[in-house]
Antibody, heavy 120, light 107 residues
Framework: QLHLQESGPGLVKPSETLSLTCTVS??????????WGWIRQPPGKGLEWIGS???????YYNPSLKSRVTISVDTSKNQFSLKLSSVTAADTAVYYC????????????WGQGTLVTVSS | SSELTQDPAVSVALGQTVRITCQGD??????ASWYQQKPGQAPVLVIY???NRPSGIPDRFSGSSSGNTASLTITGAQAEDEADYYC??????????FGGGTKLTVL
């Protein structure tokens, strides 16, 4: 059974960089069958796709966030990470990491989510 | 366009059938997947592909697609189906936008 666990600071100051890590257990981030993504949900609002990374290392980012987002993979630790720079209060959200099936294009596993608040 | 459009809210009487729709250009080329989210919980996949249910999802949930519109149908809605439902798909740029979500109320 796959398990995804987000970790990182729950409070980030405005203009700083939000950094989160997703630790994967029960599966490998190196598998060619899957892609790995980050999704967020501001309080009381809908889901927003942030971006994803494939086993090849290719990344795809939401155009509205592209200039501030970096997603990377650390195969030695079986983790993938999100960095979002120059954050504002609008970036306050629950952040989820997730696994998607390559060529099927759906998310089959989600992390439990972690709330990140942007405030001074 | 990579946008997916959903009705913000839908209601259904207990035991009746309800259809939740999702519109977007990307749906002409890619299937939608559907996620159920209850308050305080992570989303759960309920439908993927042409019309597939993950293990554990009741068979009252079904999916369909025509042109630029995908639909999630709940046949015989139950009280526990009250939740937010989101569609998701891949677009031609390699991104995976979500619809805005539909709040389902079971009366």
């Amino acid at each position: 059974q796959l398990h995804l666990q987000e970790s990182g600071p729950g409070l980030v100051k405005p203009s700083e960089t939000l950094s989160l890590t997703c630790t994967v257990s029960g599966g490998s981030v190196s598998s060619s069958n899957y892609y790995w993504g980050w999704i967020r949900q501001p309080p009381g609002k809908g889901l927003e796709w942030i971006g994803s990374i494939y086993y090849s290392g290719n990344t795809y980012y939401n155009p509205s966030l592209k200039s501030r987002v970096t997603i990377s993979v650390d195969t030695s630790k079986n983790q993938f990470s999100l960095k979002l720079s120059s954050v504002t209060a609008a970036d306050t959200a629950v952040y989820y990491c997730a696994r998607g099936l390559y060529f099927e294009w759906y998310v089959d596993y989600w992390g439990q989510g972690t709330l990140v608040t942007v405030s001074s | 366009s990579s946008e997916l459009t959903q009705d913000p809210a839908v209601s259904v009487a207990l035991g009746q059938t309800v259809r939740i729709t999702c519109q977007g250009d990307s749906l002409r080329n890619y299937y939608a997947s559907w996620y159920q989210q209850k308050p305080g919980q992570a989303p759960v996949l309920v439908i993927y592909g042409k019309n597939n249910r993950p293990s554990g999802i009741p068979d009252r949930f079904s999916g369909s697609s025509s042109g630029n519109t995908a639909s999630l149908t709940i046949t015989g809605a139950q009280a526990e189906d009250e939740a937010d439902y989101y569609c998701n798909s891949r677009d031609s740029s390699g991104n995976h936008p979500f619809g805005g979500g539909t709040k389902l109320t079971v009366l």
